[in-house]
């Protein structure tokens, strides 16, 4: 069993950065590829960043050249670094992990994933 904690939430204006970190336990962390959703109030849950085993990454339109995912094995760790925040990125931000054979691969829907994190909020003021 995989856990996964995230961390890095908060409140920020409008235009700021704000980093997100996800550490997960076990020893097998190169072999999953890892992925970012979020969930804002009334919504569905939506896919925003994955990073492949490769590092190779992927990102939905509405945060592209924003959001910067990366992971540093040495920690376990993937991060999502958001730049240039809009108020409509407020959202509760949810880590994945999937275990995963290919190594370029980067899974962007929810039942591709294994194991999730418990989320973290995200609120951007105007």
């Known amino acids: 069993q995989v856990q996964l904690v995230e961390s890095g939430g908060g409140l920020v204006q409008a235009g700021g950065p704000l980093r997100l970190s996800c550490t997960t336990s076990?020893?097998?962390?190169?072999?999953?590829?890892m992925g970012w959703f979020r969930q804002a109030p009334g919504k569905e849950r939506e896919f925003v960043a994955g990073i492949a085993r490769s590092d190779n990454t992927y990102y939905a339109d509405s945060v592209k050249g924003r959001f910067t995912t990366f992971r540093d094995s040495t920690k376990n760790t993937v991060y999502l670094q958001m730049n240039y925040l809009k108020p409509e990125d407020t959202a509760v931000y949810f880590c994945?992990?999937?275990?995963?054979?290919?190594?370029?691969?980067?899974?962007?829907?929810?039942?591709?994933?294994?194991?999730w994190g418990q989320g973290t909020q995200v609120t951007v003021s105007s």
């Open positions: 994945a992990a999937r275990s995963a054979t290919q190594q370029h691969y980067v899974a962007s829907r929810q039942y591709e994933y294994d194991y």
């Open positions: 076990g020893r097998t962390f190169s072999t999953y590829s």
